[in-house]
Structures are given as structure tokens and as C-alpha cells.
């Protein structure tokens, strides 16, 4: 019990922890405007315009926090608030999306490995749940602990996915400060909503990868348990 409490419960707890932290610090930032009146849009096209990249494509899209930059496709997506918004918020958000568009173009090693991995990121989420779940449940058979042995690497690689993500969220939101401030989107002395709102996102990171070490590691000692029987 203890076990499970320290893999799997703390870690739940942990990112219900930074979600919470994350939408309180944004409904915080969103409602404090910017001095320059400068919308997320047009700090997002003056950050990759700074590093010379005009061909990336800004658009809209639902929802809230929603936002992400698509490599494929040189795609910057925005959420309504901080697409048009002029918030501390919005445009520390969309600062950091920018970045991401930076470090595509200057070909930064940790975002190319991330990108190599999505694909059998998606895979390994795919089929994880079910098959560690099923795993559980005939872990005295023989097909369990294959199951299990499954689930184990499929969570190994979602916990190297969150791995590699870390540095590659910090070192865009590391980009996004200093331009806001550099090309003067943002005062220095409002830079204090900017880091609250980026660094409670990058929480999220942690937690995430925190989640999944958590369930490799439990997946492990059940069977190493298994083994020992």
C-alpha cells in the first residue's frame, strides 16, 4: 500500500496540484493588461520575426490553453484569449509558442529528438492503460506478466517522451522572457505575471513526467515481485 501511495497516488495529487496552479495563475494574468497594449498575436509574430522566421503561419483556435506550435505544418496556434488578448497572460503564452517556432528553426537537438519520438509516443499511450490494466488482472498467468512487460515499455517510453519534453518547454519559455523584455512587448518591472504564468505551465511538465516514473516504477516491482514467486 505504501508503495502505491508513493508511486501512483502522490504523483495524481502532484498534477492535480500543478493544474490547479497553472489555471489559477493564468485567470490571474489574463485580467492584468499589458502597458503596450500589445495583442498575443502581434508579440508572437515580433518574437519569430526577431529570430528571421516569416514563414510560420499564426491562427486561432478553441478552447482555453489550447495553445501549441505544430512543426509540421510551421503552424502557431493561438486560444481566443491569447490571440487577441492583451494580456501579461496571453502574451507570455504566446511568446513561449514562439519560441518553440525558434528552436524549430535554429534545429535545437532536444525538440528534434521530441519530435522523433511523438509518433511512437502516440503509440505507446494508445495501448498502455489497456494493456498494463489487463496485465493486472492475469498477472498470475503467464500472459500477464508479458502484458506487464508490455505496458512496462510502453510506459518507458512515454516517461522518456516527458523526459526529453522538460528542457524543451523551459528553454522556450526561457526565449519568450527575454524577447518580451529585449524587444519591449513588456516592461521589466511586469515581467512578474509573465514568469508566474510560464512557470506554473512548466509545472505541468514536471508533473507529467513525475506521473509517468511513478507507474514505470510500479509496473517494475510488480514484476520483479512476480519473478521472486
Known sequence: MFIWILLILVPMLFGLYAQMKIRRAYARNVEIPSRGHIRGVEAAEAVMRSAGI?????????????DHYDPMNKR????????????????????HEA?????????YAMMNVRQTMAPATQIAAGVANFVMIAGIF???????????TVGAVALGVICLFHLVTLPVEFDASRRAKAQ??????????????????????????????????????HILLMLSGRREE
Do not use: C, P, W
Not at 54 to 63: M, P, T
Not at 99 to 107: D, L, R, S
Not at 138 to 148: F, R
Open 54 to 66: 516569416s514563414d510560420v503561419e499564426i491562427i486561432e483556435v478553441e478552447g482555453e490553453l489550447t
Open 76 to 95: 502557431l496556434a493561438l486560444s481566443h484569449h491569447n490571440y487577441h488578448g492583451t494580456s501579461l497572460a496571453a502574451l507570455g503564452v504566446a511568446a
Open 99 to 107: 519560441g518553440h517556432a525558434i528552436q524549430h528553426k535554429v534545429g
Open 138 to 148: 492475469l498477472l498470475s498467468t503467464a500472459i500477464g506478466g508479458t502484458l506487464l
Open 180 to 217: 518580451l523584455v529585449n524587444l519591449g512587448i513588456v516592461e521589466r518591472d511586469e515581467m512578474k505575471g509573465v514568469h508566474e504564468t510560464l512557470d506554473a505551465a512548466a509545472l505541468t511538465y514536471v508533473a507529467a513526467f513525475v506521473a509517468a516514473l511513478g507507474s514505470l516504477l
